[in-house]
């Protein structure tokens, strides 16, 4: 967006609907997805340009909130394509005027829709959260660390004399401890998954007990491998982790262009 | 005179600049506050996390959720106001020399 942009009135009909647009796909006929949309169950169909399509549904010209039932809405139509084909979501809420402004999209930006297809063809997104129990991770450390085990039967030992410095340093070998130990699950984790994905992204941790928020891209061909192998993690740590593992998704993590667009208000 | 001036009113005048000085500060840090959508979205993210632990229930996730849209339909009024970019919406590619 540039100050000099001047913002010149709109030729496009059909005032107050617009496209809502979920994703791009390489296709170079039309096609219909059903009446999935978001806003109680639009008809999802695409509007094409040379190879490319974007998946798109009518809608009032309006900000759509991001309430669960919106993003799910949004989430199931790519979920749907996804099974066909493979696609670059647009984030959520991305209204355009007409058909015409969906074409200057996928004209204009061709090339990088082109490019990003072709190296996101047959990978799929998977989501893997992992949060830890601190009270299970505080009683393995005190199982397994040799020096927060002596320390802490020594201050059990002399409860009455066992000094507020010592609880101290305690505290402060425990924390340590368990930072040491969640860069150890992470890193063995990422490590175990490196041959069945090819590429990792992580994520701002959500809440005080995620440990990891991670996307995995993986091929299409490797579903299964990755499925076994995140099972097979799951069990090795069952006593001390929870695994939150979601997918298969479009790469929303894997994908990112930089649209250029302006408000057409 | 303008010395004495200056170092009668000192205490006076320091203050003052001071204060004024403060204020744009404190302005800009509320202005940067009101456009963040960032804390809010996260929130989301948490609540959305407590509804898949089962730390709370459907109607619980029901009435945060509207107090989470409203907070973040209050930041898109406030980035509005200060003309700054918002997320959803109609939008259309940006003319450039190379459109069509």
Request: proline share 3%.
């Amino acid at each position: 967006m540039t100050a000099a942009e001047s913002v010149s009135a709109s030729t496009d009909p059909a005032p107050g609907e617009g496209k809502y647009v979920y994703c791009i796909i390489r296709n170079d006929r039309s096609r219909e997805f059903g009446e999935i949309g978001i806003g109680s169950g639009a008809r999802v169909y695409t509007v094409n340009h040379k190879d490319l399509a974007a998946v798109v549904s009518d809608t009032p010209i309006v900000i759509y909130d991001p309430t669960r039932e919106n993003v799910l809405a949004h989430e199931f139509v790519n979920e749907t394509v996804m099974r066909e084909f493979t696609l670059i979501p647009m984030s959520f809420g991305t209204i355009f005027r007409s058909e015409n402004d969906v074409q200057a999209l996928l004209n204009s930006t061709y090339q990088a829709f082109t490019d990003v297809l072709d190296k996101m063809k047959d990978k799929i997104e998977f989501g893997l959260k992992i949060l830890w129990d601190r009270d299970k991770v505080v009683a393995s450390l005190e199982r397994d660390n040799d020096e927060i085990r002596r320390l802490k039967d020594e201050i059990t030992r002399n409860a009455a004399s066992s000094t507020y410095f010592a609880r101290m340093q305690l505290g402060r070998l425990v924390e340590a401890a368990m930072e040491e130990a969640s860069n150890r699950y992470v890193n063995d984790i990422h490590e175990q998954l490196k041959d069945v994905s090819v590429a990792s992204r992580s994520n701002k941790v959500i809440g005080d007990r995620m440990i990891l928020n991670a996307a995995f891209l993986v091929e299409r061909r490797d579903e299964r491998s990755f499925d076994e192998r995140v099972k097979a993690i799951s069990l090795q740590y069952e006593d001390l982790l929870t695994f939150k593992y979601t997918g298969p998704w479009p790469p929303y993590n894997f994908v990112n262009i930089k649209l250029k667009l302006e408000k057409a208000t | 005179m303008g010395l004495l001036t200056n170092i009668l009113l000192a205490p006076f005048l320091g203050p003052v600049w001071g204060t004024q000085w403060t204020l744009e500060k404190i302005d800009r840090v509320v202005r940067d506050e009101l456009t963040d959508d960032t804390p809010v979205k996260e929130d989301l993210m948490a609540l959305q996390m407590q509804l898949e632990m089962g730390e709370i229930d459907d109607a619980e996730y029901v009435r945060r959720e509207a107090e989470i849209m409203k907070r973040l339909r209050e930041v898109r009024e406030w980035r509005e106001k200060f003309g700054m970019s918002t997320s959803g919406g109609p939008v259309r590619i940006a003319e450039s020399g190379e459109s069509e």
